[in-house]
């Protein structure tokens, strides 16, 4: 069994990410998550998170890689500072685009385990 680490986690969510895998996405997340997308209201809660995957899925498909750059841990909380580089496929017009996001992750510990109990993001890569 693979032990459950910030960095565990984080290489499973850009798998899931990748995969469209709410299901695997959301066992990620903690108890009470907030997701905070860019140009978008903060999205408070279990279902709230997943109606959130469930547009992005509907209408891009990602290609990207996290780099870890910092993970600090005190006690039962962590955060983690990333950025994801690769590529967005645009559902609805059948484009591809360069992807590329600074992410904040914080973690709080539930039953000895590493979950996501917040995450934002913010494009590095602004379109004209």
């Known amino acids: ?3 459950n680490t910030i960095q565990s986690v984080l290489e499973s969510y850009e798998t899931a990410l ?3 895998d709410i299901e ?4 990620l997340f903690g108890s009470e998550p907030v997701f905070m997308p860019q140009h978008a209201p903060a ?4 279902e709230a998170v997943r109606a959130g995957y469930e547009q992005v899925f ?7 890689h996290f780099d870890i750059h910092e993970v600090q841990e005190a006690g039962d909380w962590a955060w983690a500072r990333t950025s ?3 590529r967005t496929r645009i559902l609805a ?3 591809e685009v360069q992807e590329g996001n600074n992410e904040l992750f914080i973690f709080r510990r539930e039953n000895f385990v ?10 590095n890569q602004p379109h004209a």
């Open 84 to 86: 994801s580089a690769g």
């Open 58 to 64: 509907n209408t891009i498909k990602l290609s990207v």
């Open 24 to 27: 695997t996405i959301l066992g």
């Open 93 to 95: 017009a059948g484009i």
């Open 18 to 20: 990748n995969s469209n």
């Open 114 to 123: 590493w979950k996501i109990h917040r995450y934002l993001f913010a494009t």
């Open 1 to 3: 069994m693979k032990t």
């Open 43 to 46: 999205l408070i809660g279990r």
